[in-house]
């Protein structure tokens, strides 16, 4: 488990990432209390993360908005397969974006980000099968 980074942690919108993964520590940590040890929802939740940081970090421009926010509904679908459609699992995702956004300049990148999707078309399904394909990416 990686150390609780405090306050260095949010004073830049980088943070801390002590074993270089590309994951923050204090996300890292709460994907960990999240998951609470399953291996396949810990892996989901690591990729869904890894596009919201992106996002977070800013700036990026429309087009890679677009793709970061697509592969996190993506890994959002996934996590709601795994979970059999629970809604734990909105909690769960909350959790994590409420983490992954906790200082200003982060949340203000990931709205600009949704300002940059919005206007895109997004295909919800009820084949659950399309849910568990959004898992092998």
């Known amino acids: 488990s990686c150390p609780e980074p405090g306050e260095a942690g949010r004073s830049t919108v980088e943070g801390v990432d002590s074993d270089n993964d590309g994951l923050r520590d204090d996300v890292q940590r709460e994907i960990a209390s999240i998951a609470s040890g399953d291996i396949q929802r810990e892996v989901t939740l690591k990729k869904a993360a890894s596009s ?26 996934c996590y709601l397969y795994q979970t059999d459609f629970s809604d734990q699992a ?39 099968q399309e849910y568990a394909q959004k898992c092998s990416n």
């Not at 940081?53 to 890994?75: C, E, K, W, Y």
């Not at 999707?117 to 295909?123: C, D, I, L, R, W």
């Open 52 to 77: 919201y940081q992106n996002i977070a970090t800013g700036p990026i421009d429309r087009a890679q908005s677009v793709v970061f926010m697509r592969a996190s509904l993506d890994h959002f679908d």
């Open 90 to 128: 909105i909690k769960d995702f909350g959790r994590l974006k409420a983490k992954v956004y906790n200082t200003k300049e982060r949340f203000f990148n990931s709205l600009k980000s949704m300002d940059d999707f919005s206007g895109e078309v997004v295909n919800v399904s009820l084949d659950r």
